[in-house]
């Protein structure tokens, strides 16, 4: 294994694009795993984010599976490292056509006019800017999202046609100039900051794998596009100015293996935590501006400089424990503003996480912790969905008991009602009675509706609804954090709605009188259930809900003997002349009868 060394790398660059360029691997370089011993960071053994619930860690591919989203869907646990040696080994085996050939011409000296087939036979391929699906070089439109090859989503955002070869922005609507141009107004008069630098771009895959790395630079910058495209940012909102955070304020949150481990990845072209956690030589550097970010937008927002505000950084963080990197996260920007908010001033502190894989990581550093509340909305599946933490029954340890929230979905596919039914009976009702000093929203965009890791149908607008609904907490402060969120047309649209919401305006639509699947309800009373014991103001739900199942499980088994009643001979047979057929039809088979 070769180790690549980088002796000095200047941390400013006028375009990120220039040196993404130039931190390349050359094809003859070799890759470098992070494996320490003991307690510090090793090369995690799992599957990626999926497994077969949307991704396959090693190489990167978005989910195919045709029941995704459907009920009972399962995991399959690989290892991408042994799925290409066993490729390799079966390639191997197996003689191709050509091989048969020429084994033939060596065993036989006649002439023959039939040519073999040509040696290698090169299938053009494309992968979609929006959702990194391959696609065949005869299709314009991606096969999986309908983006078109072309697409201008990197300089427009969600505004550009997805239909459309890129020529300029011609979709946005005539209300949205009116308010681009009204937008204008200096950004110091804005209540909302928002948290970004460029220097986040330059984290990315060095070598590329059969498939572009999910968690990607466009991600952001698909957001910023659709913003400035909005006269969101800049304009409406006014932005931070990036810092790193010291390590002194890391070490609150992670081990001093865990930093050091991070840090020493500045020295490494390509390096990888987990199969599917990368780092390359700007990986730490944009981390620690993501954490820096992080901690000064909380610091505005506690003040009172800024009412709330939207942190658009990578790499994400929720997934990174005390020790470990893992799930495309680094270090834990959730955790770090927590501890920022309450080194100003806040005492409790409330994180709601509605990224669509468990924030085992935030879990793991608050588990023992009173004055932070964390809920989380997650697919679970029985510990099948990555990472497989996050049951209802987690509730927290070591006296901190309720003040870890779990909310598991029993399978793919959900949407906005089930997400609103969870926010009105059990979210809100325990963050009440919590009262927050100030939130942080771990705001993951895969459940989001196409997002090809998640596979669920949240819309914008039931994430700008969500949002709505937490900003009466606290007296307004709130922080937005980036997680997840893999559909560049998705991720941008949501994020866009959610700042909209934080900026004053409406949700757009009434999502009020919402009824849940019947998975989504079954979820819910699970978490009632659990966490009444904990938090009394569950306990009108939680007895209302039961009452209703109780009525409609009595309900049902009515109708199941109305059904079998149907089937039944009359009960005025019982008597005169049909007194055995009566018998007869209803199983009485008795011994003795009536003479007729």
Known sequence: MILAENPHVSSEHSLASETLQMSRLTNGEAEISLHKPNNQVQCQGSNGRCGNLGFDGMNGRPCRDENCGKEDIGVSSRDASTDVLSKKATQQKEMTLEDMYNQD????????????????????????????????????????????????????????????????????????????????????????????????????????????????????????????????????????????????????????????????????????????????????????????LCADLTKEIVSGRAKNGFALVRPPGHHAGVRQAMGFCLHNNAAVAALAAQASGAKKVLIVDWDVHHGNGTQEIFDQNKSVLYISLHRHEGGKFYPGTGAADEVGTMGAEGYCVNVPWSRGGVGDNDYIFAFQ?????????????????????????????????????????????????????????????????????????????????????????????????????????????????????????????????????????????????????????????????NGHFPLKRRCL
């Open 425 to 585: 009976h059990v979210v809100l009702p325990i963050a009440s009675e919590f009262a927050p000093d100030f939130t942080i929203i771990s705001a993951g965009f895969d459940a989001a509706r196409g997002d090809p890791l998640g596979c669920c149908d949240v819309t914008p607008a039931g994430y700008a609804k969500m949002t709505h609904m937490l900003t009466d907490l606290s007296g307004g402060k709130l922080l937005v954090i980036l997680e997840g969120g893999y559909n560049l047309r998705s991720i941008s649209s949501s994020a866009t709605a959610v700042i909209k919401v934080l900026l004053g305006e409406s949700p757009g639509c009434e999502l009020d009188n919402t009824l849940p699947s019947r998975s989504g309800l079954q979820t819910v009373l699970e978490v009632l259930q659990i966490q009444n014991k904990y938090w009394p103001a569950l306990g009108s739900s939680l007895t209302k809900f039961q009452s209703q199942c109780s009525m409609s499980t009595n309900q049902n088994k009515k109708k199941q003997i109305k059904k079998r009643r149907r089937a039944m001979a009359p009960i005025w047979w019982k008597g005169g002349r049909k007194t055995l057929l009566y018998h007869l039809l």
């Open 105 to 292: 011409l060596n065993d036989d000296d006649d002439d023959s006019d039939w040519e073999p087939f040509p040696q290698h036979v090169e299938i053009v391929k494309w992968f979609c800017t929006n959702c990194t699906m391959v696609n065949l070089d005869d299709v314009a439109h991606c096969d999986i999202c309908g983006e078109h090859r072309e697409s201008g989503i990197l300089r427009h955002g969600f505004f550009a046609s997805s239909l459309l070869q890129d020529s300029g922005l011609t979709e946005i609507g005539a209300d949205t100039r009116e308010r681009h141009k009204g937008s204008q107004d200096s950004a110091s008069n804005s209540s909302t900051a928002v948290g970004f630098d460029e220097r986040m771009l330059l984290h990315s895959e060095v070598q590329m794998k059969s498939h572009p790395h999910p968690e990607r630079p466009d991600r952001i910058r698909a957001i910023a596009a659709s913003l400035a495209t909005a006269g969101i940012f800049p304009g409406r909102c006014y932005p931070i100015s990036a810092r790193e955070i010291t390590r002194e304020e890391l070490q609150m949150v992670h081990s001093l293996e865990h930093i050091e481990a991070v840090d020493h990845t500045s020295h490494m072209f390509s390096s990888y935590f987990t199969p599917d956690t990368y780092a390359n030589e700007h990986s730490a550097h944009a981390a620690r501006l993501a954490a820096g």
